[in-house]
């Protein structure tokens, strides 16, 4: 964001009764394996902070 490394990650993980969450991935600490898909898009996306709405919007 702002010509910076920025990363929007989506995650989901289960416990041991079989549930299942989901959602934004903002921090993780990782006690034993971790599985990952990380999909690169090819061009350029940056964000930029909108003062009006206060979101991280996209500039493509």
């Given amino acids: ?10 995650m989901s993980a289960g416990n041991d009764s079989g549930e ?3 959602g934004h991935l903002n921090e993780a600490v990782v006690s034993a394996t971790c599985e990952m898909v990380i999909t690169i898009i090819d ?4 964000r ?7 979101l991280n919007l996209f500039l493509f």
């Fill in 1 to 10: 964001m702002n010509h910076e490394f920025y990363t929007h990650i989506h």
């Fill in 20 to 22: 299942v969450f989901g």
């Fill in 48 to 54: 930029f902070l909108d003062d009006e709405t206060g």
């Fill in 43 to 46: 061009g350029e996306v940056d």
